[in-house]
């Protein structure tokens, strides 16, 4: 079973690609510094390494 992660937004997609906002609105994450729990499965971790220059990732 996949573990469960903790992901924050700490940078703001204002300025970034359009796939990069699509992404982050698929993930949950709409506002910065709002924890969001979501399970590490390999689609979940494919879509965060995408944007993993906006995001704060933290194992529960």
């Known amino acids: 079973m ?3 992660i903790q992901v ?3 940078r703001s997609p204002i300025g ?3 796939k ?3 992404i982050l609105q698929a993930l949950g ?3 910065l510094h709002r924890p969001v ?4 499965s390999p689609q979940v971790l ?3 390494k ?3 220059h906006l995001v704060k990732i933290e194992e529960q």
């Open 2 to 4: 996949a573990k469960p």
């Open 37 to 40: 729990s979501l399970y590490g």
């Open 20 to 22: 990069h906002r699509k």
């Open 8 to 10: 924050k937004l700490v």
């Open 16 to 18: 970034r690609p359009e």
């Open 46 to 48: 494919g879509a965060l």
């Open 29 to 31: 994450l709409t506002r």
């Open 50 to 52: 995408k944007v993993i």
